[in-house]
């Protein structure tokens, strides 16, 4: 099937954002850890948008985010409207892949891909119900992806620091928040980027001791000798 046969026959949904004053670097460019909230902004609103929120107790979790800058495309900046157009890209037994573009001005600047896991108040992962797919349509169930995730082998002499973590991080499940996690990436590669990934292999909760390790491209948060999350990343 063509893609756009299959994207006539899925649920799509269109969101908007303005970068602000919190969101940008000292050169007025969007961080990739403004981005992460955007995307999670406007999947929670699509999701209430379903009806779906008043239907159960669910609560997704993202366990991978990957990003690129489309060729060509300059990194929006400090008071740029932006829209986020995001749809479900396929499914397995109990996990969802979202795909959100970004646009300015109607053409897509940065593309996005992410694997989410649909949880229980207490974090346990439930399966897809028939009601998601009802919603996003049947597209959703007939392309399957995997929930596999790899850890990038850690280099040795890489640099390390404490990375704290704060209340102001933590989700409605005591975990720290996604677009949290991704600060590590700003810290490590800051300015615009051409690519990045964040893997969340564990959670990162209060108290935890965490490292920052950041290699070449690359970097760590670790408890102990566990790594939570790792991330990826092209400038």
Same mark, same amino acid.
Request: hydrophobic share 45%.
């Given at each position: 099937?063509?893609?756009?046969?299959?994207?006539?026959?899925?649920?799509?949904?269109?969101?908007?954002?303005?970068?602000? $004053?919190?969101?940008?670097?000292?050169?007025?460019?969007?961080?990739?850890?403004? $981005?992460? =909230?955007?995307?999670?902004?406007?999947?929670?609103?699509?999701?209430?948008?379903?009806?779906?929120?008043?239907?159960?107790?669910?609560?997704?979790?993202?366990?991978?985010?990957? $990003?690129?800058?489309?060729?060509? /495309?300059?990194?929006?900046?400090?008071?740029?409207? $932006?829209?986020?157009?995001?749809?479900?890209?396929?499914?397995?037994? %109990?996990?969802?892949?979202?795909?959100?573009?970004?646009?300015?001005?109607?053409?897509?600047?940065?593309?996005?891909?992410?694997?989410?896991?649909?949880?229980?108040?207490?974090?346990?992962?439930?399966?897809?119900?028939?009601?998601?797919?009802?919603?996003?349509?049947?597209?959703? =169930?007939?392309?399957?992806?995997?929930?596999?995730?790899?850890?990038?082998?850690?280099?040795?002499?890489?640099?390390?620091?404490?990375?704290?973590?704060?209340?102001?991080?933590?989700?409605?499940?005591?975990?720290?928040?996604? /677009?949290?996690?991704?600060? %590590?990436?700003?810290?490590?590669?800051?300015?615009?980027?051409?690519?990045?990934?964040?893997?969340?292999?564990?959670?990162?909760?209060?108290?935890?001791?965490?490292?920052?390790?950041?290699? /070449?491209?690359?970097?760590?948060?670790?408890?102990?000798?566990?790594?939570?999350?790792?991330?990826?990343?092209?400038?």
């Amino acid at each position: 099937m063509e893609f756009a046969a299959w994207v006539e026959r899925t649920r799509r949904y269109l969101g908007a954002a303005t970068v602000r $004053l919190g969101d940008v670097d000292p050169a007025g460019r969007l961080r990739v850890d403004a $981005l992460a =909230r955007y995307l999670q902004d406007v999947a929670t609103d699509d999701w209430n948008d379903t009806g779906l929120a008043d239907e159960s107790d669910d609560v997704w979790l993202v366990r991978r985010t990957a $990003l690129r800058r489309v060729a060509g /495309a300059r990194w929006p900046g400090y008071l740029e409207g $932006l829209e986020l157009a995001t749809w479900c890209a396929g499914t397995g037994p %109990a996990w969802a892949e979202r795909r959100t573009d970004v646009l300015v001005d109607g053409v897509a600047v940065i593309e996005t891909v992410a694997l989410w896991v649909p949880t229980d108040l207490e974090g346990h992962p439930v399966r897809m119900r028939e009601s998601f797919f009802a919603a996003y349509g049947e597209p959703s =169930r007939e392309r399957r992806v995997s929930s596999r995730v790899g850890v990038p082998p850690m280099t040795e002499g890489a640099r390390r620091r404490p990375w704290p973590t704060r209340r102001s991080d933590l989700d409605v499940v005591g975990h720290v928040n996604n /677009a949290a996690a991704w600060e %590590a990436v700003t810290e490590v590669a800051p300015g615009p980027l051409e690519a990045a990934t964040v893997v969340h292999h564990g959670p990162l909760e209060l108290g935890d001791d965490v490292t920052l390790v950041e290699g /070449a491209g690359v970097a760590w948060l670790v408890v102990g000798d566990e790594v939570r999350v790792s991330a990826t990343y092209a400038a």
